[in-house]
């Protein structure tokens, strides 16, 4: 509780402390716009459509990245851990793809899919797949054997073995999976949109730089940054809130 | 089948796949194009000299920066790790940072550095920063209290206790703060050029892009692509050594 005092208080003067840098000329408005004109700066992006929409659309695109992630990237992970050989034979790609600075690719997908939505949901999807496949292998990886042992002495066949035993014991490590999917899609779309001023959040702030609106830009950039952890921050909430105790 | 076998099954399936898509006609020419014109388009990349150049220029923006960025967020990993209060009222607004994508920070490092390879080098320490601050931070924490207690003891200043005590314990997190660092500065740096820059292996690849020499951008994401990747399997085997 103190602490977030603490950080609240060392925001507020980091603010005040800009505000008199640009007031008193030691930096310039055109750099750094004066925290005094973000609120109206808000206002006008808000009223100009720049807000919600946008952030509607960078979800729905990071949503639907997760989605098809996880209906892909669940039955991977699943079968490089119900054939063992499989799993050894592409997890070490799998991690050093999740190393690989991927996200570099994207002139490559630009020239296969164009400047649109395809562009940065595959993005978000190629980001996302990588965390849930390795994930949700880990997750039934790490069922303990008692379970599993206790299933059979009931003389569960193979597949009730799975159904029953292992995916409910394996499900908090796929949500974790998924988690971090949507976390990864979500930056990932964000940062492409602005690369590609194309879509949503990321786009206002390609735009609002180009248009030198500075205090409009610094909004969407603080926006981005809200969103990110808001995300974050509920995401986590929520997977300790489901996870069995 | 053993993994090896699986694995070069795989690699031959893909790129008969690949090539089969190439020649089949059924894209428009050259977005997938055929191994063949990939394969020369490296080669002839790799003995221009102007390659070279931008690639010198991507390698001092991506090591100064990163430099810059690992110095600065292993300070503040060991500031926020060892002073409670501090660590705990920072912690939220360097994690909701840390979250976003470093990227759409570029408006604002482009009006503080200008557009040339000032901004592209903070984008690389800005990138690099933040997961060596957290993974510092949190190795802090599980030092072992025994060794702060010996420092404690022996009156240490707060310098030799950084020196002496917390960075030898924290030898393996500093490697892998390295690795982490690296990665993202290298995709902060090439990013940066991508979006707006005149040199470097990001403005090639854009170049390529605009021009629509879908080889030769295949040739140099190829080239990002074994460095980056060699150089970080190369810190994970000196870790592994450490």
Do not use: C
């Not at chain 1, 055109?30 to 973000?38: D, G, I, K, N, T």
């Not at chain 2, 014109?37 to 000299?49: D, G, P, Q, V």
């Amino acid at each position: 509780m103190k602490e977030s005092l603490a950080g609240i208080a060392g925001l507020a003067i980091l603010a005040i402390l800009l505000e008199i840098a640009v007031r008193a000329g030691w930096v310039s408005a055109l750099v750094v716009a004066p925290p005094s004109a973000l609120p109206s700066a808000f206002m006008r992006l808000w009223g100009e459509g720049f807000v919600a929409g946008p952030a509607g659309i960078t979800l729905a695109q990071a949503f639907a990245a997760t989605v098809a992630a996880g209906a892909i990237g669940i039955p991977w992970g699943y079968l490089l851990w119900r054939k063992p050989v499989l799993g050894e034979a592409y997890t070490p790609w799998i991690g050093a793809a999740f190393a690989a600075p991927t996200v570099l690719l994207f002139p490559l997908f630009l020239v296969l899919f164009g400047r649109g939505y395809a562009t940065t949901v595959f993005i978000g999807f190629i980001a996302a797949v990588i965390p849930i496949v390795l994930k949700t292998r880990e997750a039934f990886a790490g069922v303990p054997k008692v379970l599993l042992d206790v299933g059979r002495s009931f003389r569960l066949p193979e597949s009730g073995l799975v159904r029953r035993v292992a995916f409910p014991a394996a499900v908090p490590g796929i949500f974790t999976g998924l988690r971090l999917g949507l976390i990864y899609a979500l930056v990932n779309i964000i940062g492409m949109e602005f690369l590609i001023d194309f879509g949503g959040l990321g786009r206002i702030a390609s735009e609002m730089y180009f248009r030198f609106e500075i205090p409009g830009m610094y909004v969407a950039i603080i926006l981005i940054v809200l969103v990110s952890w808001t995300f974050l921050a509920v995401l986590s909430r929520l997977e300790t809130w489901l996870r069995p105790r | 089948m053993a993994a090896t076998q699986i694995r070069v099954l795989t690699l031959i399936v893909l790129l008969a796949l690949w090539e089969a898509t190439a020649r089949s006609g059924l894209l428009y020419q050259d977005v997938v194009p055929s191994l063949m014109k990939i394969t020369s388009a490296f080669l002839r990349m790799l003995f221009e000299a102007q390659t070279w150049h931008h690639f010198a220029v991507s390698a001092w923006e991506i090591g100064a920066g990163l430099v810059i960025g690992y110095v600065l967020g292993v300070a503040f990993g060991l500031a926020a790790g060892t002073r409670r209060f501090f660590g705990a009222a920072v912690a939220p607004y360097v994690d909701g940072i840390a979250t976003a994508p470093k990227i759409v920070f570029l408006p604002i490092v482009m009006l503080l550095a200008g557009t040339g390879i000032a901004s592209k080098l903070a984008l690389g320490a800005l990138s690099a920063f933040f997961p060596v601050a957290i993974n510092t931070a949190a190795s802090v924490r599980q030092v072992n209290p025994v060794l702060v207690r010996v420092g404690r003891s022996l009156r240490l200043t707060r310098w030799q206790m950084a020196t002496r005590i917390y960075l030898p314990a924290l030898r393996p997190s500093l490697v892998t703060s390295l690795r982490l660092g690296f990665g993202l500065a290298v995709v902060g740096v090439l990013l940066a050029e991508i979006k707006l820059s005149n040199a470097g292996l990001g403005f090639l690849a854009n170049e390529h892009y605009s021009l629509y020499r879908v080889p030769d951008l295949y040739a140099v994401l190829l080239l990002v692509f074994i460095v980056a990747v060699g150089l970080n399997s190369a810190m994970g085997r000196f870790a592994e050594r450490g």
